[in-house]
């Protein structure tokens, strides 16, 4: 005699997720598993953000010399101070002394005792940059990597009297140590704007 296949044989085995009102383990792993890879994203995400800052400072350091490069990334204290200079008109350095430029510029300093300090020391800091715009030609001043430039160095000639802009480089009667010092605090000037730029 043949035997019947039981056709009802109940499951020996349940799974955990065909058991009402109970979750699925895998789906807790999943979720820790998701937000332990966010957290290693946001770790990594910020160290590279704070090294790559490190190294644009550096950089910036190393290329415009020194204390110049700080005062040029100062972040200002308040809202923007500006001291416009009065409009300077130059001959230029081209054959013939025909070509001449007429340039506003306008000083933003990191705030209002700054703008004091900048003030005392200002016939000298107009002078040397009348020296600088003098120096130049009218073909280099009409290319705007030429402006960038002399704006610059204008920038790092405004910082002489307070110890910055020629790294090693005392203003007179000033030792060496009291520039050093100077480097490492907050330079007056964070940034050199024209406000008129004429060249004829």
Known sequence: MATKPDAAKPDAVKLDADEPGKKPVWRKKMLIIVIAGVMVLVLVGGGALFFISKKRAAAALEGTGGASAVAAEAVPKGPPVYLPLD??????????GEKVAQV?????????????????????????????????????????????????????????????????????????????????????????????????
């Open 87 to 96: 409009n300077m008109v130059v001959n230029l350095a081209d054959p013939g």
């Open 104 to 200: 506003g510029i306008t000083l933003q300093v990191l705030d209002a005792h700054a703008s004091d300090s900048v003030k005392a020391y200002l016939p000298s800091i107009r002078s040397g940059v009348l020296m600088l715009i003098s120096q130049r030609t009218a073909n280099e001043l009409l290319t705007q990597e030429g402006k960038q430039k002399l704006a610059k160095d204008i920038l790092r000639e405004t910082l002489i009297p307070f110890g910055g802009g020629q790294a090693g480089a005392a203003p007179a009667g000033v030792k060496k140590k009291a520039v050093k010092a100077a480097a490492q605090a907050d330079l007056p000037v964070v940034a050199v704007l024209f406000s008129s730029f004429i060249v004829q």
